[in-house]
């Protein structure tokens, strides 16, 4: 009889034997170990009034069930440079996915759906891409050319994305090095999907063909901290310009990780930097576990012969699949039950990948993107929490005639997409005897990833022929360099030497208030680290706390600070007054004055009220300390005095008062 | 020799290729003012300027590079490319019917050469297995290329050279004929073939595609799909046009020749039957006449090809203002036929009555069609309209300009007496002219209109 793998202890002791450790406790020796390294590919919206190569208007969403028309597609492989079809490019086609487009006359034209050719590049969008990619220190191009690079999954409905390089080989500096840019394209964004079930996958063509940049980084970072340093850089970059668009989906990045000895993987679309450190953390030891379970399955399988499964259909009454809800409803459908053996595989399937994940998981993925089962949609010998009863397991062993070192792998789907399915399974068990497959995969918050598409080849770029060449001359990209941002690296140093807290940084860079301190700076009579930290802090406590008013800017601050400086006002009144302002931004200033109840008060006014406070602390008073009488007569004149005086000096006075003349601080 | 080096290239930018010695095809270092670009160098767009250096950088994409900032170049290494759609062998089978490609040109099935954009078109039986494997499904194909011309510069003498060429196969026996061809001239091909093949025993099936097949949202694998289920299993035996309904991937639809008109630019459903119904759908499976009447399918092979032209004929787009020395150029130079395309019911202006009065003693064929595109010629309705009849212009009935353009050539070709070529013209020939127009056969929806927009979300378009 043969020894059976536990898969929890197995999962266990491969997690140990890759040498896993979470990021909490990883080092650099870690990444070193696994030869983490990582590149960027961050895709930033520009702020244009129109789409990229059509004149709708950009910006413009809907809900989903908000359209006015729909129409079909399906997408079909063309011949690779060989001559070939790429294998999983057919095997996608062969399952035959619909897809479907909502069209909103709104925010879509006949360009998007691909029954107009493209209308000319919209200037507005190549102006911003020239512009960052100077600030990026990119070599701009002489001559821009529009290629077609293909994507098959229908997320734009020519089959092909239209982008353009403006500029090559540049460099960000980070805080302790430089990454490399390889180059920054313009390029038309996708379309967003509705739902992607079964046969079926439905996308709206709002945001299809806004303008879009996308940075690529070389793989010049070397720890997950690194990646996200790196990413914010760049985003912020692009937000100094005050050109780009901001909110949920206008900035989003691919991020490639690879370990060494592995490949490099796309982890697409991850939405938030916080996010990037645990994806690929995780992705270079999915990876590294990847090589570990080559390495095991080369020592008892041939990898120079064709891999091959066997299969049986099951008889659903011949098991107990009663008790599986999953295979229960797959009976009741009516699809079929299909058992796989795979040669080899003991101690493979159980294998530690991700947390909380094993080997198998990779076959479910794939599965559901390439023969379209929906999950659950499989289970196996070694899963981590076993359904399938040992006996059911034994009779199946035998139904396949199976050797003590055999996984097993039971799946079910309608009928017609069952050979596509066999051919993922065994496709996916040979690239595992080469080690990591091409792919791209989809990130979850917790930093895991599951299989998303296959990674298409190096071939897929071809020149689009329905655009002509844009000449960019020197006159043009001079014209463009006027008023250009200054770098973020010296603005981060600049805050830094004002005094301007770090941890208020991310917020400045990603709301673009650096020109605003700036301004304060050079305008006011501020100091430049309450300015710093008035937006950093205040202003920061303010939009996480009020509903902003529609007519509120950052320009509203900048009078504010004006508005007080005339009026002989202090600038500490600014913090009161902001929540009103923020909310009510048409109001005038005087009005705010009385909304917060502020009345202008001689300072004399205010000094000559501290005897009669300190005789009245003196009866009132538990606690009959200096200190405490300080305090607490601070405490009754402070809402008066805002803005009326120097609220350090009155301090001062005082403590005068109260200790005599010794001076003393307060706080 | 040169040529082959510096493809595409001239002027100034060649002029710094051989200086450097950088050839089309070379990995080459270039250093400019604006910094270092390292890439292939792609022949270049004979149509573009000679400015800039086409390249293909590591990451495949394509940048252009300005002669004038160039500093330096060097060629670090040299690969040429080559290119061919691979050849399967199309697989026969006894069970399907035998279906002739006619290739005229334009290109049906394609593949781009990723590198310089050129297409490579797929066109014999094994490229076309390779490129459209389903085809295979559906019938044997077999293929002839007639000649290499872009859709617009197909005429009178193609018509006449396939005219033959489609005898010559229907007395051989095949079961359909399709003719690959660009779409902006379909329907002129499909008038010419519907006169010069009379009486047809089989499909005759035009076929085109919008998008070109090698993005992969192109509607040639299912627009040739389509073609040949119409041409090898479709009951209709008529000289059709085989294009997409809706814009969606979801049927195609057959049109008379002598109905048919291309009525978008770039739309799929380009297009559409006029002052009619359509013929048929056909999907993969099947055809679905629409139509209830239609010439059916036959074993004999009695066809008669009447493969004539002349091209002394012209059409005349008629304008407001327009001045009578128009005709009298056009009589002046030989022309013997002219097709009016006149405003409304078929109007043309009274400053234009001399000319065409001298036309006509000039023994020159006039014929009137209409603007509108919809609708019957009807010149009884004002007075103008009877003046010019008496000056000897014919209306046409609801026949297409384009129609009645193709069938005053080919009536020409046969005979100059003014009676033969009238009693040729006005015969209807496989509803050129029909004798009614049905309540569906003008449909032109107008968007916006609430019950239209609630049609269009419900329907694929």
Redesign the interface.
């Known amino acids: 009889m043969k020894q059976k793998v536990n898969p929890q202890e197995n999962f266990g002791i491969t997690r140990e034997k890759i040498g896993y450790v979470s990021r909490k406790d990883a080092t650099q020796a870690d990444y070193d170990r696994i030869g983490f390294m990582s590149g960027l590919e961050v895709h930033q919206q520009l702020l244009t009034a129109s789409k990229l190569f059509c004149r709708c208007p950009a910006g413009i969403y809907h809900d989903h069930d908000d ?13 690779s ?4 079809y790429d294998g999983t490019a057919l095997m996608e086609f062969k399952t035959r996915k619909e897809i479907i487009y909502r069209v909103n ?1 709104e925010n879509a034209c ?1 360009y998007d ?5 493209p209308f000319p590049m919209d200037p507005e969008a190549l102006e911003i891409a020239i512009q960052i990619s100077q600030l990026c220190k ?8 529009v ?2 690079k ?3 999954d229908g997320s734009i ?4 994305q239209r ?3 403006i500029g ?2 540049g460099a960000i500096p980070l805080k302790n090095k430089t990454i490399r840019i ?2 920054l ?1 313009l390029e038309e964004d996708s379309c967003r999907e509705i739902l992607d079930e079964g046969h079926v996958r439905m996308y709206k063509t709002d945001r299809l063909g806004m303008p879009l940049i996308e940075t ?1 980084t070389y793989p010049d970072m070397k720890n997950p901290d690194e990646v996200k340093e790196a990413c914010d850089y760049i985003r912020f970059l692009n937000r100094s310009t005050g050109k780009v668009r901001t909110g949920m989906g206008a900035g989003r990045q691919d991020v490639n990780v690879s370990c060494e000895g592995g490949t490099r993987v796309e982890i697409k679309g991850v939405a938030h930097t916080r996010w990037i450190p645990e994806l690929t953390h995780v992705e270079a030891f999915r990876q590294y576990a990847l090589l570990s379970i080559r390495d095991l399955l080369k020592k008892r399988i041939d990898a120079e012969k064709p891999y091959k499964i066997s299969h049986k259909v099951l008889d659903y009454y011949s098991y107990h699949f009663d008790a599986i809800p999953a295979i229960k409803n797959a009976s009741l459908n009516g699809h079929k039950i299909i058992a796989v053996n795979l040669p080899g595989f003991s101690g493979a399937l159980s294998h530690f990948t991700q947390p909380g994940q094993c080997f198998a998981h990779e076959f479910e993925g794939r599965l559901k993107v390439i023969a379209c089962l929906e999950r659950p949609n499989m289970t196996h010998s070694e899963a981590l929490n076993q359904e399938i009863l040992a006996e059911d397991w034994e009779k199946m062993e035998k139904l396949l005639d199976c050797q003590d070192q055999d996984a097993q792998l039971v799946f079910w789907g309608p009928e017609e997409d069952i050979e596509t399915a066999l051919e993922t399974i065994e496709e996916r068990c040979q690239m595992s005897l080469e080690g990591v497959p091409n792919e791209t995969r989809k990130s979850f918050e917790d930093g895991s990833t599951v299989f998303e598409r296959v990674l298409p080849g ?8 329905d655009t ?2 844009r ?4 006159d043009y990209i001079n014209s463009l360099t006027k008023n250009m941002p200054g770098e973020i690296i010296e603005r981060y140093k600049q805050l830094k030497k004002w005094g301007v807290p770090e941890d208020t940084y991310t917020y400045i860079f990603s709301r673009n208030l650096y020109p605003l301190i700036e301004r304060l700076v050079n305008n006011t009579r501020l100091k430049p680290v309450f300015a710093g930290t008035f937006v950093g802090q205040k202003l920061k406590f303010v939009e996480g706390q009020f509903s902003k008013g529609e007519a509120f800017d950052y320009e509203c601050i900048e009078k504010l600070f004006g508005y007080l400086e005339e009026n002989k006002l202090h600038p500490e009144l600014a913090v009161r007054m902001l929540p009103v302002l923020y909310q009510h931004p048409k109001m005038d200033f005087d009005s705010v004055l009385v909304n917060i109840d502020f009345k202008p008060v001689g300072s004399n006014r205010l000094l000559d009220r501290i005897p009669f406070l300190s005789q009245k602390f003196d009866q009132v008073g538990r606690k009959q300390e200096p200190k405490h009488k300080v305090n607490w007569i601070m405490g009754q004149l402070r809402n008066q005095a805002t803005g009326n005086m120097d609220l350090t000096q009155l301090a001062r006075q005082v403590a005068q008062e109260v200790n005599g003349s010794k001076e003393t601080k307060t706080a | 020799m040169s040529n082959d080096i510096f493809q595409g290239y001239r002027g100034r930018a060649l002029e710094q290729l051989k200086k450097y010695h950088v050839r089309v095809w070379g990995k080459a270092v270039i250093e ?1 003012t ?4 390292e890439g292939t160098v792609l022949p270049r767009s004979e149509n ?2 000679d ?2 250096i ?1 390249m293909k ?1 590591i ?11 160039i500093t330096s170049m060097k060629e670090v290494g040299y690969k040429k490319a080559n290119y ?3 050849e399967k062998e199309f697989p026969i089978s006894d069970k399907n019917p035998n279906v002739k490609l006619f290739g005229t040109g334009g290109t049906i099935a394609s ?2 050469d ?1 590198r ?2 050129a ?1 490579i078109p797929a066109f014999s039986p094994g490229e076309l297995y ?2 459209v494997p389903e085809l295979a499904d559906i019938c044997n194909i077999d293929t002839e290329k007639l000649f290499a011309v872009f859709s617009e510069n197909m005429g009178p003498k193609q018509y006449i050279a396939l005219a033959k060429a489609i005898g010559k196969e229907i007395e051989k026996g095949v079961d359909g004929i399709m003719i690959g061809h660009g779409t902006d001239t379909l329907h002129h091909t499909g008038a010419a073939l519907t006169f010069m093949v009379q009486n047809s025993p089989i499909p005759i099936v035009l076929v085109g595609s919008q ?8 509607d040639a ?2 627009n040739l799909m389509h073609a040949a289920r119409a041409a090898g299993h479709g009951d209709i035996a008529e000289t059709m046009v085989c294009m997409f309904g ?5 049927y195609g639809l057959l049109h008379k020749g002598t109905r048919v008109r291309k009525m ?5 459903s380009t297009f559409r039957t006029i002052g009619d119904i359509p013929l048929a759908t056909v999907n993969r499976e099947k055809v679905d006449p629409i139509h209830k009447k239609y010439n059916p399918r036959r074993k004999d092979r009695n066809v008669t090809i009447k493969p004539f032209f002349d091209d002394r004929v012209t059409m005349l787009y008629y304008y407001p203002g327009m001045k009578p020395d128009t005709i009298d150029l056009l009589v002046d130079n030989g022309y013997k036929g002219i097709v009016f395309v006149g405003t409304g019911l078929g109007h043309v202006n009274k400053e234009l009555y001399p000319a065409i009065e001298r036309a006509q003693k000039k023994g020159v064929h006039m014929y009137m069609t209409l603007q509108t595109i919809w609708g019957y010629v009807h010149m009884f309705v004002y007075d103008t309209g009877r003046d010019m009849m008496a000056k000897g212009i014919i209306p046409a009935g609801n026949m297409l300009p384009e129609v009645a353009f193709v069938k005053l050539g080919w009536a020409l070709g046969q005979t100059h007496d003014p009676e033969e070529v009238k009693q040729i013209m006005l015969t209807p020939i496989n509803d050129d002219i029909t004798l009614r127009e049905p309540y569906n056969g003008y449909l032109v929806y107008q ?1 916006g209109i609430p019950e239209v ?1 609630e049609f ?2 419900k329907v ?2």
Request: without cysteine; negative net charge.
């Open positions: 359209y006015d028309a729909e129409l079909v597609r399906h997408m079909r492989p063309t011949l440079e060989l001559g070939e006359n006949t759906v691909d029954d107009t050719p990119l070599n701009i191009v002489g001559e821009v050319h290629t077609r293909q994507y098959l409905p020519t089959g092909f982008t353009a390089i090559v080989e390889i180059q394209s690529v190096a071939d897929r770029m071809y020149p689009d022929t002509v060449p000449p960019l001359e020197d | 400019t604006r910094g270092r670009f573009d300027d400015k800039h086409v950088i990451t495949g994409y394509n940048i252009g590079i300005d002669t004038d900032t061919a759609i691979p593949r781009l990723y310089t954009g297409v390779g490129a998008r070109s097949s090698d993005r992969p949202s192109s694998a299912l809706p814009t969606s991937d979801e978008h630019s770039s739309y799929r968007g927009e269009i979300k694929h378009k």
